[in-house]
């Protein structure tokens, strides 16, 4: 039978949630230079409003490349945790970088190395930063506000969520510590798209029964690199971002970690210098200005390539770029267990 009408109704929302899954994969696609799609029409509450900086905080600039995230700028926070870490200064704070819509990425991190219970019993607190979705920021909102209420550990201003922007979502997490907790000891910035081994980090690299580290960076160190000019990649930085050829000493972006005096010395220098769209490049031009070096950690405890999973390899490493969300759920309680005994060192 003949039901006219209704199929195309049941249409609407699948090719939402398509465009909604799809919207990833072509945002890894687009070319570099192209500007993010505006919000269609009327902007909801939390829109941001293309306005001029406030008069204190603007200086005397070349007009700005689109490639280069507008800062400083009174971004609001549209999501925020100011109670967080109030009773108690943890001893490592997890900033974690995620997309609005990447709920599947976040949950699998809540489950494995981001519990705040898997940091070899120091108080952590975990993190995740969020702005707002280019073209779905209105459906994404609500759903984003469901999680925050639930799970407390949602970051969000109000500036666009888009590749060239990552530098103000690591600021807005550096703001939050600078301003909600500046006792924390450490600060790890990481991506959803890894293997972390927290209970390894704390115990080998930042050893609690230490005095904290001043005015320390470490990571995966990259030397003696530049900028890349050729337009073709996504990791692009055009001359009138970034004019030196090459970047001083920094660590990459899939994980690094920094002492707490040092993450508000850094968010603090970050007001008075131009952005560039790389963060962990950026990160390393703060601790320039700052006179500050990063810190070279033992061989092979942050890799940039992927490994195969070991458990015993795994346990003695800080950080495997390129896990998956669902990878890291099904690796974990292997990890965790006690199967495949792997003595720790
Ligand atoms: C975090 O780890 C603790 C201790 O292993 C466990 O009881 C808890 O269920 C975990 N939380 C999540 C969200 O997986
Ligand atoms: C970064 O966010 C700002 C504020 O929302 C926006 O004006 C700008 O277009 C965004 N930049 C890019 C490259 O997406
Ligand atoms: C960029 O180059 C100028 C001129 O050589 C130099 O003074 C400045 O320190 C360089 N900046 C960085 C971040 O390396």
Not at 1 to 11: D, E
Not at 162 to 187: D, I
Not at 279 to 301: I, K, N, Q, R, Y
């Amino acid at each position: 039978m003949k039901c006219p009408g209704s199929p195309r109704v049941l249409l609407v929302p699948a090719a939402l949630s398509l465009a909604l899954l799809g919207l990833r994969l072509q945002r890894d696609a687009q070319e570099p230079f192209a500007t993010a799609p505006e919000p269609e029409t009327e902007p909801g509450p939390f829109a941001w409003q293309e306005a001029p900086p406030a008069a204190s905080t603007a200086r005397p600039v070349a007009p700005r490349h689109p490639l280069q995230p507008p800062y400083p700028y009174p971004y609001r926070f549209l999501l925020n945790e100011p109670h967080k870490c109030r009773e108690q200064a943890p001893f490592l704070v997890l900033l974690v970088v995620s997309e609005p819509q990447d709920t599947a990425g976040r949950h699998a991190v809540r489950r494995t190395w981001g519990n705040e219970s898997a940091a070899g019993g120091v108080p952590a607190l975990r993190l995740f930063l969020t702005g707002v979705h280019p073209v779905f920021g209105g459906p994404l909102q609500r759903l984003l506000e469901e999680e925050s209420a639930l799970h407390h550990d949602v970051l969000q201003q109000d500036f666009l969520d888009t590749y060239n922007n990552l530098t103000l979502k690591t600021l807005m997490g550096l703001e939050w510590v600078s301003k909600h907790c500046p006792g924390a000891r450490y600060v790890l910035k990481a991506d959803t798209d890894i293997f972390l081994n927290p209970a390894f980090l704390v115990r080998e690299l930042l050893q609690p029964q230490l005095p904290p580290k001043r005015d320390f960076m470490t990571g995966h160190i990259y030397r003696n690199t530049g900028p890349l000019r050729s337009r073709a990649f996504k990791w692009y930085v055009p001359p009138e971002v970034y004019p030196n050829k090459t970047y001083p000493p920094y660590c990459g972006g899939p994980a690094y970690v920094l002492s707490g005096d040092l993450a508000r010395k850094v968010y603090a220098v970050a007001q008075t210098l131009p952005l560039i769209n790389m963060e962990d490049s950026f990160m390393g031009l703060c601790l320039h200005a700052l006179g500050v070096g990063v810190t070279s950690s033992p061989w092979g405890l942050f890799n940039m390539n992927r490994l195969d999973y070991d458990k015993c390899r795994f346990s003695r490493l800080v950080m495997v770029h390129h896990y998956s969300p669902a990878e890291l759920l099904r690796l974990w309680p292997h990890f965790q267990g006690p199967e495949g005994g792997c003595a720790p060192p």
